[in-house]
């Protein structure tokens, strides 16, 4: 991907995350092309890569949240070994992906805060049925507030920290709440 089909602000994640996590982690955070993935390093690519879609700032802080949550044994898997079901998930299959969500949402929405940005919460079912996603929002919304309150897993408090201190965005409490929950 070329640096000027990179969403603005996407260059500065990359050399924030690569300088935070190369080494350490052996975890570069990469633009890519098409669907997002995590890689872990291989015969082909000495390193693990967090791949984001399409060069978007969202796109990076959404699968960097899911690699924050994801332990040794996952990052050691391809997408951490997760299921995905595309759009057009059933009732059962959306309430299960929601679940699976929640973390990782929650602390993309401290990222988006670091940075200044404005958070959007995901069901992600665009084409399956009809779904409500009040109640997933606001687990999103609880789950934020329990990190600003009990603070955030290691990794993700540094990727928070160095974006806060980059962007100079505002972690607090009061920002982590839907105007329907106010």
């Known amino acids: 991907m070329q640096v000027e089909d990179l969403e603005d602000g996407v260059t500065d994640l990359i050399r924030l995350f690569d300088e935070l996590f190369a080494e350490q982690h052996n975890t570069r955070l990469?633009?890519?092309?098409?669907?997002?993935?995590?890689?872990?390093?291989?015969?082909?690519?000495?390193?693990?890569?967090?791949?984001?879609?399409?060069?978007?700032?969202?796109?990076?802080?959404?699968?960097?949240?899911?690699?924050?949550?994801?332990?040794?044994?996952?990052?050691?898997?391809?997408?951490?070994?997760?299921?995905?079901?595309?759009?057009?998930?059933?009732?059962?299959?959306?309430?299960?992906?929601?679940?699976?969500?929640?973390?990782?949402?929650?602390?993309?929405?401290?990222?988006?805060?670091?940075?200044?940005?404005?958070?959007?919460?995901?069901?992600?079912?665009?084409?399956g049925q009809a779904h409500d996603d009040t109640d997933f929002r606001h687990a999103v919304a609880k789950q934020a507030r329990d990190y600003s309150i009990n603070g955030l897993p290691q990794r993700a408090q540094a990727w928070a920290d160095a974006l806060q201190v980059h962007f100079a965005g505002d972690l607090s409490i009061e920002k982590f709440y839907w105007p329907d929950e106010l």
């Not at 890569?49 to 060069?55: E, L, N, P």
């Not at 299921?83 to 990782?104: C, H, I, L, N």
Request: aromatic share 14%; glycine share 8%.
């Open 30 to 127: 990469v633009a890519g092309d098409g669907e997002p993935i995590y890689l872990p390093a291989d015969h082909d690519c000495e390193f693990n890569r967090v791949v984001f879609a399409h060069g978007y700032f969202a796109s990076a802080m959404h699968e960097v949240a899911h690699w924050c949550v994801a332990g040794p044994t996952r990052r050691q898997l391809e997408d951490f070994g997760y299921w995905y079901r595309p759009d057009g998930r059933t009732s059962e299959q959306q309430a299960e992906f929601e679940q699976m969500e929640v973390k990782p949402q929650a602390m993309e929405w401290h990222f988006m805060q670091a940075c200044g940005r404005k958070f959007h919460a995901s069901a992600d079912n665009l084409s």
